[in-house]
């Protein structure tokens, strides 16, 4: 027994000193992690400090600054739209003041009618005016932009309807035909047109729509897409500036929008629309006689389109290509903001950024490929070039959008991180804030209470329409993707029309998964770790503008703005 007790003892002991040992490893080993991670922190700090220092808040001043001088030519352009439209509303006479101008004779019974209410020859009173309708697989759309053109008040002689359908889904061609064979046993001279390919998208098709033989003989061409719905004195009211100023190439009417009132969505797209025809358009046809076609909605003098050398498919903008080639050669462009047009807003979020895409980066690519010809040009003045490639190109197109991005959505932010950068943040907010409620009040007076979140959720856009200036810029592999905005027509009213057609509604995970926007999410995620940084470090309280951004972007990181509704069709070059 005590020779076991004997033994029995070291093992204890060796037991209890392995265990000390191995905590005493333990302490050891944390001991050194805890003083290796002190001595790392001890070496990167003063890296750390010096890299913020001389490079990270150099490059923020310098970003900031760059910003603030935009800022002030962007205020710059601001008060010179704003001004030249006050001029034209205030002191410029009306159109048919400015320019000649007598009202037509009414067709009899209107819709296209070819005889005269007060008799005489409609051929010495009325040009032949075509009418052009692009379709591509728009099923929910069509009847109403064919019968409202089919319904124009202009003889039937002098009146050519011509659908151009692209469409792929020959159920859907079937259907157009069909509805245009249906207008022409009414009496209606309307042409059904397809061709081979789609070469060109809209403005190949629109192109290969004036080389007709029947073409030869019209004086006007008038373009109305799927969706637009012109009132049947149109023709009656814009024509006659035509026909007494032969100097004039284009007229363009303002659009309205049946479905403004839809969604939170189609109410931004009314107020930055409305701005653009209320104070640049209005302006610069008032002053400057020249601005871009809005590619619908509009006349076109066929003479200025061929002098201009026709349509040309070179960018997604074919409308304002065609336009500044116009107004090099010295046409004049009307706007006629009391003649309206009816036409449909995008309503599904992921239409609306593919139409913004190619609305930011058409502009673009177009810059980089007439900026030195404008400049060149001799038929027009030292003026009017100015204003094309700085007002028009430089700071509306481009310098607006992208400044409204990098100054609100990184910038700022990041100087809120910052203290050694100083700049009164709230004075940059505000001004902006400020000046967003009075274009509400001058373009849409009914939204201005939605200036606010109008200003956010321009942030947003100018997001998406930032990548696609510098993909426009350089080229790059989608400066040539036309994607058709989907426009939902009754659609939602009317489902079980148009169900046998529409594709089927894929799973709802594939849904959700294809309205995750991962880079508004990253965004998000940024601008909330600023606004907690304000929250707990700051003392400008700027996280009272960061969060409700954040929340902006969060929303459209999870595709919420806008109706749910299947994706657009595209088509890529």
Not at 152 to 167: A, G, I, K, Y
């Amino acid at each position: 027994m005590e020779n076991g007790k004997q033994s029995s003892i070291p093992c204890s002991l060796i037991s209890c000193e392995g265990k000390m040992a191995e905590i005493s490893a333990k302490a050891v080993v944390l001991e050194w992690l805890v003083g290796s991670t002190a001595d790392i922190r001890a070496r990167i700090s003063p890296v750390v400090a010096l890299i913020r220092a001389n490079v990270v808040v150099p490059c923020l001043r310098v970003a900031l600054y760059t910003c603030l001088v935009l800022s002030f030519l962007l205020f710059l352009e601001w008060v010179h739209v704003m001004f030249l439209a006050a001029v034209a509303k205030l002191f410029r006479k009306k159109p048919a003041e400015r320019y000649k101008w007598e009202p037509m004779a009414n067709p009899a019974g209107g819709g296209g009618a070819g005889d005269l209410e007060n008799g005489g020859n409609g051929k010495d009173i009325f040009p032949i005016v075509l009418v052009q309708i692009p379709i591509f697989n728009e099923i929910e759309v069509y009847k109403m932009s064919i019968g409202a053109a089919c319904r124009l008040s202009w003889p039937s002689d002098r009146l050519v309807v011509q659908v151009l359908d692209d469409s792929t889904d020959l159920t859907i061609k079937d259907m157009i035909e069909k509805e245009c064979m249906r207008w022409s046993s009414e009496g209606i001279n309307i042409r059904y047109q397809v061709r081979e390919g789609r070469v060109g998208y809209k403005a190949g098709a629109l192109k290969e729509g004036l080389k007709r033989d029947y073409v030869k003989e019209c004086e006007f061409v008038a373009i109305f897409d799927a969706d637009f719905q012109p009132e049947p004195d149109f023709l009656r009211r814009s024509i006659p500036f035509f026909t007494y100023n032969p100097e004039i190439g284009l007229i363009q009417a303002r659009w309205r929008f049946v479905n403004a009132n839809e969604c939170f969505l189609t109410r931004m797209q009314e107020m930055s629309l409305d701005y653009q025809f209320v104070i640049e358009q209005e302006g610069g046809s008032s002053i400057h006689a020249f601005f871009s076609f809005n590619g619908s909605g509009g006349i076109w003098r066929i003479a200025a389109i061929e002098e201009a050398g026709g349509w040309k498919d070179r960018t997604t903008v074919e409308d304002m290509d065609l336009a500044v080639r116009a107004g090099l050669k010295r046409w004049k462009f009307l706007f006629l903001g009391d003649l309206d047009v009816k036409s449909e807003l995008p309503s599904t979020f992921k239409a609306y950024r593919s139409q913004q895409h190619r609305w930011a980066c058409g502009p673009a690519n177009l810059f980089r490929k007439m900026a030195t010809e404008i400049a060149k040009n001799k038929e027009v003045s030292i003026w009017k070039k100015l204003y094309m490639i700085y007002n028009f190109f430089f700071i509306r197109k481009l310098v607006g959008t992208m400044f409204t991005f990098f100054f609100y959505c990184v910038v700022l932010p990041l100087v809120s991180l910052m203290p050694e950068v100083d700049v009164t943040k709230w004075g940059a907010i505000l001004a902006t804030f400020v000046i967003a409620t009075i274009n509400t009040l001058v373009a849409t007076p009914r939204s201005t209470h939605l200036a606010v979140p109008w200003v956010l959720f321009e942030n947003i856009m100018s997001f998406h329409r930032t990548k696609g200036i510098f993909i426009g810029l350089f080229e790059a592999k989608r400066a040539n993707e036309w994607v058709v905005t989907e426009k939902l027509g009754d659609a939602l009213k009317n489902k079980p029309n148009v169900e046998s057609c529409a594709p089927k509604k894929p799973p709802r995970f594939k849904l959700f998964r294809d309205r995750i926007l991962l880079q508004e999410l990253g965004i998000a995620t940024f601008l909330y770790a600023c606004g907690l940084y304000g929250v707990f470090y700051g003392d400008d309280k700027y996280y009272i503008y960061l969060f409700p951004q954040a929340i902006f972007f969060t929303v459209a990181g999870f595709g919420y703005f806008g109706t749910m509704i299947a994706a657009p069709i595209s088509y890529v070059s």
